[in-house]
């Protein structure tokens, strides 16, 4: 036999009639909604009084000017950015000092892990917010910035932080979702670390690197290879949880979506919109994640 | 000859290590003086690794002294990096960090801790590159080199640090055999230069040929001390006849 004959092409794989039933099934259950919806509900459909919520027409200006769900979307987007900053920054402590020799210190990021993994996030969220927003911001003196000083009135604050009369609202909430996602990163983490070959440990303290040495440019980076995944994962979660913070007023997608639900009356339409924003957001991030990993797969070879 | 040195470079008294409730070395004496080379050997899980480990405190001791260089080796982290800067250690494994070159391998101590420039870190490790035969691979990856090859790397990365002793852990016992002489060769030459080395091997040519000393541990103790010669010749203790015959039996 001649070996430079290329090998057989694998079977294609085709949908099976079975296969195509299932999708028929599907459909038919949506027709099916849609139908209850329409006809025997009898429902009024209005998604421009919807949409004039995204993006609203501005007599004043002549133009069209982005209104309170976009708003909304916005504050989401900041919430998530900085919660995930925050929230790695938290779990990438804690996760290490769940390893390290440190009693003390293993005892105390226990505690955290098992502290916010055993409590029900919305209590979690409502006992340290009104701990956080009563107690903390009024000592620190956030609820009283200046918000007409040259730190505050700026577009890189606004950019950075949205409108700063709603400052220590962002605030509390970026730094309790932080708080709450951080946990499980900790855990993330903590088994990221774990699985790194005690070899590697050995051999950077044996050339007399220093535990932060040891950690920065032997541990982590070999770390992280092994995690971006479920740490991508973890991620798209704290966006869709940000959801929760809508509970203590803090003004982003999912709160405003129920104040433009009720004026409107419009509820299915909000909904539906509101979910394919989320979808959007998400969905964006997780090809972003998909393509982040397959770099740091061809980086490592 | 060398037992005669008023001011051993390695001093270890009344060592003792316990596992838990488990004890992995009781009661070990053992100087190296400056420029010998110790073989040590024993069956499995007699404490040889044990007792080089503690050397370099990557296992802390609970009994009894260890002095490097003059300094006395404590569990205190300054202390261990200091000790450890002096004291190159190979492993079975290899251990090279998978994620950087070869080149990055042996420039990250350097640079960490000596406070090289990137420019200089390079002519140090390019020298030691050259020194274990395998400078082309240098922007390779460990996981493109073969065994030996890695464990060559593995050697060239210790003595980056410039190390005033060499510790080596069974280097040749992860190896397939024809990549075994490469890595004793690297190591013969580097005792014909003069390194202070404590090398945990079974590989008798090795020894007689370079070693001063053997030492002949089983169950945490040491039980017989020798030169390479005799040792292998003449064996005193029943537990070295018995562990030799096993280790040429085969
Ligand atoms: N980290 C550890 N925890 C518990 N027991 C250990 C550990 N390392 C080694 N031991 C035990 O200590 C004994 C000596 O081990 P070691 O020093 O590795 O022996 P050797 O290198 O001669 O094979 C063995 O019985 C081993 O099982
Ligand atoms: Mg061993």
């Known amino acids: 036999m001649d070996r430079n004959t290329p090998p057989p092409a694998p079977p294609k794989k085709r949908l099976t009639i079975v296969d195509l039933a299932l999708f028929s099934m599907v459909a038919a259950l949506i027709f099916y909604a849609g139908y209850r919806v329409t006809d025997v509900l009898v429902y009024d459909w209005n998604w421009s009084r919807v949409l004039n919520f995204v993006v609203r027409f501005d007599d004043d200006t002549g133009r069209y000017v982005p209104n309170l769900l976009l708003y909304g979307l916005a504050t989401t987007l900041r919430l998530a950015v900085w919660a995930t900053i925050l929230a790695t920054i938290i779990g990438v402590t804690m996760g290490y000092w769940r390893t390290c020799d440190n009693l003390a210190l293993r005892i105390l990021s226990r505690g955290y892990v098992e502290l916010i993994r055993n409590l029900p996030p919305v209590v979690f969220i409502f006992i340290f917010y009104f701990f956080i927003s009563s107690q903390i911001f009024t000592a620190l003196g956030v609820d009283d910035i200046d918000r007409h000083g040259p730190l505050v009135d700026n577009p890189v604050f606004s950019l950075l932080f949205g409108d700063p009369a709603l400052f220590s609202n962002f605030l509390a909430g970026a730094l309790v979702l932080a708080l709450f996602e951080g946990a499980y990163i900790t855990e993330i983490v903590r088994a990221g670390i774990q699985s790194v070959d005690k070899g590697q440990w050995e051999a950077s303290r044996a050339i007399g690197l220093s535990p932060f040495n040891v950690l920065r440019d032997v541990i982590l980076p070999q770390a992280v290879r092994k995690i971006l995944p479920p740490l991508a994962g973890q991620f798209i979660t704290l966006i869709k949880d940000s959801a929760i913070v809508s509970l203590i007023s803090i003004q982003e997608l999912t709160f405003l979506a129920t104040e433009v639900a009720s004026t409107t009356t419009k509820v299915f339409e909000t909904w539906i919109l509101v979910g394919m924003m989320y979808f959007v957001l998400c969905y964006s991030f997780a090809l972003m994640f998909g393509w982040l990993e397959r770099r740091a797969a061809r980086s490592h070879r | ?250």
Not at chain 2, 52 to 75: F, M, S, W, Y
Not at chain 2, 90 to 106: D, E, G
Not at chain 2, 222 to 244: C, D, G, H, M, Y
């Open chain 2, 1 to 250: 000859m060398l037992d005669q040195n008023p001011q051993p470079f390695v001093e270890i008294r009344g060592l003792c290590k316990w596992y838990g409730d488990f004890s992995a070395l009781h009661d070990i004496n053992l100087n190296v003086a400056l420029g010998e080379k110790v073989v040590v050997c024993g069956p499995s899980g007699s404490g040889k690794s044990s007792l080089i480990r503690c050397i370099n405190q990557l296992e802390a001791h609970q009994k009894g002294t260890i002095i490097v260089d003059g300094i006395e080796v404590t569990p205190d982290m300054k202390n261990k990096e200091k000790i450890r800067r002096e004291v190159g250690m190979v492993f079975q494994s290899f251990n090279l960090f998978p994620h950087m070159t070869i080149l990055a391998n042996l420039t990250l101590g350097p640079m960490r801790n000596r406070g090289a420039s990137k420019s200089e870190a390079r002519e140090l490790a390019m020298h030691y590159l050259n020194r274990v035969h395998i400078a082309e691979q240098a922007d390779k990856y460990p996981a493109q080199l073969s065994g030996g090859q890695q464990q060559r790397v593995a050697i060239a990365r210790s003595l980056c640090m410039k190390p005033k002793i060499m510790l080596f852990d069974e280097p040749t016992s992860a190896l397939d055999p024809e990549m075994i002489a490469g890595v004793l060769d690297v190591m013969i030459e580097l005792a014909e230069e003069g390194m202070t080395m404590v090398v945990v091997t079974h590989e008798m040519g090795f020894a007689r040929r370079v070693a001063d000393r053997v030492v002949f541990m089983d169950e945490g103790e040491i039980i017989e001390v020798a030169e390479p010669e005799p040792f292998f010749n003449t064996p005193q203790s029943e537990r070295a006849k018995l562990f030799l015959s096993q280790l040429l039996g085969h």
